[in-house]
């Protein structure tokens, strides 16, 4: 499964850095000098600048970091091969993404990873399956497992002990003990 950590935005400077939004909770880790991040195509495709008379630029399957700075808030990027506007304007709103089974699990037994969730069934603590975990979403509160149920509807649950008491990814579920008409929002 492809982990999208990042998203190439606009150039900065006239050398080929971009800014990158970052979506990960590690940017120092997955942007550090020499790391390799595949790429996926941005949803709007941007003009193609030429890499000489009449070549049309290719984003690359892969792009090496050459280097990467925080600047007012803002992920700065360098690229290898990457040396001008043209070619950073052609990278923007390409995806930068990693493979799950190359990330580490986390070392606190009660963090997860989105990809670790998505997927899992959803049941009550007495067994009756509530419809499984369709994907994550990262509020300021707190996180909230937004369930796809059996009926086609989605419900948003807290990602909070309280609501959430476990979570058994060996044995492929998530346990959830909601207030009374949490899931008829």
């Not at 150039?11 to 790429?39: C, I, K, N, S, Y």
């Not at 069934?121 to 007495?126: F, H, I, L, N």
């Not at 994550?136 to 937004?146: E, K, T």
Request: no cysteine.
């Amino acid at each position: 499964m492809q982990l999208v950590v990042g998203r190439i935005g606009k150039p900065h400077g006239v050398r080929g850095e971009v800014t990158v939004e970052v979506r990960t909770d590690e940017p120092e880790a997955r942007f550090a000098p020499g790391t390799v991040l595949r790429t996926e195509p941005g949803a709007v495709p941007p003009p193609a600048p030429a890499n000489g008379p009449g070549v049309p630029f290719r984003v690359p399957a892969e792009l090496t970091i050459e280097e990467s700075r925080f600047h007012q808030g803002r992920m700065l990027v360098a690229f290898e091969g990457i040396l001008d506007r043209d070619a950073a304007e052609a990278l923007r709103g390409t995806l930068l993404v990693v493979d799950s089974a190359d990330v580490e699990p986390p070392e606190d037994p009660e963090e997860f990873h989105d990809h670790q969730l998505v997927g899992l069934a959803v049941v009550t603590p007495a067994g009756e399956r509530l419809g499984e975990v369709a994907r994550i979403d990262h509020a300021p509160s707190s996180d909230l497992l937004v369930l796809r149920r059996p009926e086609g509807r989605t419900a948003l649950i807290p990602f909070v002990r309280a609501i959430v008491p476990e979570v058994d990814l060996a044995g492929g579920r998530v346990i959830v003990d909601p207030p009374a008409g949490l899931l008829d929002l």
